[in-house]
């Protein structure tokens, strides 16, 4: 299935309390690398676009901040989710982590993805993305914490995001050292 083809699936039941289905968003091709985050939140479902509302802020800052720290541009990248849809059971229901089935359901949106950005490195955010892309990738993905975690422990001034910017100067200066693929 063509990614475009993904707009109108209804393979689970994610699609019934969706806006918008959440394919990803890249900075541009050739990309380094492909992080790889847990679901949409209620930003992201409004807008289509992976990574706008809070953690999307905070990733974005981790990221400025480790090219400050270690000279090297940020190096072009991929962003999407494990499910392309805002994971939650109703309307009014508050949002949840996907379940399995629907992340299998989703795993053929992700692999397609994975081929056609053809990264240097999979960087998954949070545990229950590392979990589910065990064994998808070669080489396997490095995890790092969700930028969700670290809007819920105090953002910027958090010792998490500290973290999350140490992952990132290790990822930005190993993708740096790569030669260019053509």
Same mark, same amino acid.
């Given at each position: ?56 802020? !905070? ?26 849809? !805002? ?23 992700? /692999?397609? !993805? ?26 396997? #993905? ?7 975690? !670290? ?17 990132? /100067? ?8 790569? #030669?260019?693929?053509?």
């Amino acid at each position: 299935m063509r990614l475009a083809d993904w707009k109108e699936c209804k393979a689970c039941r994610l699609h019934l309390y969706r806006h918008k289905v959440v394919i990803g968003r890249g900075s541009s091709a050739p990309y380094a690398i492909l992080f790889v985050g847990l679901a949409p939140g209620k930003t992201e479902d409004l807008q289509g676009k992976p990574f706008v509302g809070p953690s999307g802020r !905070i990733l974005a800052a981790a990221m400025g901040l480790a090219s400050r720290r270690t000279k090297i541009q940020v190096p072009a990248h991929y962003i999407t989710n494990l499910v392309a849809c !805002i994971p939650r059971d109703g309307w009014q229901e508050p949002i949840r982590n996907p379940r399995s089935d629907e992340v299998f359901l989703c795993q053929p949106r992700l /692999m397609e !993805i994975y081929r056609q950005v053809d990264p240097q490195v999979v960087v998954t955010l949070g545990e229950v993305a590392a979990r589910e892309c065990r064994g998808l990738f070669a080489p396997p #993905p490095v995890p790092l914490i969700h930028p969700a975690a !670290i809007v819920r422990t105090g953002g910027v001034e958090s010792s998490h995001f500290l973290l999350l910017v140490r992952g990132l /100067m290790t990822i930005f200066e190993a993708v740096g050292r790569e #030669p260019c693929r053509e």
